[in-house]
């Protein structure tokens, strides 16, 4: 009997002694689960602070970097600013100064003295799309325009100038300085017989227009041989030239003194600034011209502002009688 007692508390003994190695275990595993998460943390709190170095290095940086540029700034004078034309001609033109520049524009003389109204011409250049075509219809008023010849960019200016019973066609001549050409453009240098060819297509395709006019132009309305070319091939197509005087130099005025055709030069540009305010006071130095020698000559561009404004600018307008070129 004293022997089984024996043996039981053995047991008891060594059944609580693996109890706790148990729990040592499980403790243990517990604690390197534990520092292994802790040590992570630590890991990953030093990355965070290292990012936060850094980024706050590449701040600093900028932050210097800043202060040198607004430093530079103050250093350089400021550039005045500059509103350049938007018009292909009124570019042309200011190209054209660049290279032959005038001290004094010279004095509008009186020319006629009359008691009927003074005469105001208003030619819309660059016309080559319907929706420019459905403004211009919606002015009522004498607005001449000015197409384009048909290329494929613009194939239906000819079939859009039998809208209208008086309009002109605009040339594309050569500029001392333009870097979107159109196609077919009189070029300095063509022969007679090339200038002559495109002159008289230009009639066959436009057969009701009595007047041109020159878009850019300013190196070869300056030519006096190209002008010269020009004028005789108009002459033996019935046509006559309106100087969109996109050079001061050109040559139309000397021309036309040796070959006689019907011609007329550009008073004012309506539009060089898509501002309703600017095209008032252009329409209204227009106006003055024509006062003071009978008519004048403006010409726009069939920027949206440009038709609505000349729409809405009766109180001007009714100072002169609005007339078609052909009507000079």
């Known amino acids: 009997m004293k022997k089984t007692k024996k043996t039981t508390r053995k047991k008891k003994k060594t059944s609580s002694s693996s109890k706790y190695k148990y729990l040592i275990i499980i403790l243990s595993t517990l604690i390197l689960i534990l520092s292994g998460t802790l040590i992570t943390l630590l ?16 701040i ?7 202060t040198n540029l607004e430093k530079e700034l103050k250093k350089k004078p400021k550039k005045e600013i500059v509103i350049m034309p938007v018009s292909s001609e009124a570019r042309d033109y200011e190209e054209a100064l660049k290279k032959h520049p005038i001290k004094k524009e010279e004095p509008i003389k009186k020319t006629i003295t009359t008691k009927n109204s003074p005469k105001l011409v208003i ?6 799309f319907k929706h420019q075509v459905n403004l211009i219809k919606q002015i009522p008023y004498k607005i001449t325009p000015s197409f384009f010849p048909p290329t494929t960019r613009h194939p239906n ?3 859009y100038s039998k809208l209208f019973t008086h309009y002109m066609v605009h040339v594309p001549m050569e500029a ?21 060819k495109k002159i008289h297509h230009i009639k066959q395709i436009f057969p009701n227009a009595k007047f041109i006019n020159n878009h850019t132009g300013s190196k070869f309305t300056s030519d ?23 050079t001061p130099k050109s040559k139309a ?8 055709i019907p011609f007329y030069s550009r008073n004012i540009f309506l539009d060089n600034i898509e501002d309703p305010n600017y095209i008032r006071n252009q329409l209204i130095k227009a106006i003055k011209i024509a006062k003071k020698r009978g008519f004048a000559i403006a010409i726009g561009h069939p920027h949206k502002i440009t038709l609505i404004t000349l729409k809405n600018s009766k109180d ?13």
Request: proline share 1%.
């Open 43 to 58: 890991l990953q709190n030093k990355k965070i602070e290292t990012r936060i170095t850094k980024q706050e290095s590449t």
């Open 60 to 66: 600093k940086n900028l932050q210097s970097k800043i």
């Open 123 to 128: 030619i819309i250049d660059d016309v080559a």
């Open 157 to 159: 200016t000819q079939k």
């Open 176 to 196: 001392i300085n333009f870097n979107k050409p159109e196609k077919n453009t009189l070029m300095v240098g063509d022969s007679f017989e090339s200038i002559y």
């Open 224 to 246: 006096y041989n190209s002008m010269y070319y020009l004028f005789m091939a108009l002459k033996k197509n019935n046509l006559g030239f309106v100087d969109s005087k996109t």
């Open 253 to 260: 005025s000397k021309v036309e003194k040796s070959i006689k």
């Open 316 to 328: 001007l307008l009714n100072q002169v009688k609005v007339v078609y070129i052909d009507e000079l």
